[in-house]
């Protein structure tokens, strides 16, 4: 089985910056789209960024300008760069595979936390 693993998370003061990865432990056959969510308690998980496999990129309207979703040529490896954090960023972030087969794979989150 397939599993995501996220890294990158940490603490972090307002205005910083992290860049969170997510490396897949095998290949994922007919990727459609990588994404990032995020999740605070009480609240759905929401879509943070995603990119198709052609590359198109989209983010959700708070992170707009400040996050950056790429990936290796491989697509092995999902990266979120996250810059002018605010502590509304604070979360647990999750990434996410979905293949034309309609599976989906999720990592197990990484916690991020915007505080001075």
């Known amino acids: 089985q397939v599993q995501l693993v996220e890294s990158g998370g940490g603490l972090v003061q307002p205005g910083g910056s992290l860049r969170l990865s997510c490396a897949s432990s095998g290949t994922i056959f007919s990727i459609n789209v990588m994404g990032w969510y995020r999740q605070v308690p009480g609240k759905e998980r929401e879509l943070v960024a995603r990119?198709?496999?052609?590359?198109?990129?989209s983010y959700a309207d708070s992170v707009k300008g400040r996050f950056t979703i790429s990936t290796n040529n491989a697509k092995t490896t999902v990266y979120l760069q996250m810059n002018s954090l605010k502590p509304e960023d604070t979360a647990v972030y999750y990434c996410?595979?979905?293949?034309?087969?309609?599976?989906?794979?999720w990592g197990k989150g990484t916690l991020v936390t915007v505080s001075s």
């Open positions: 996410n595979v979905e293949t034309r087969t309609g599976l989906m794979f």
């Open positions: 990119i198709t496999s052609g590359g198109s990129t």
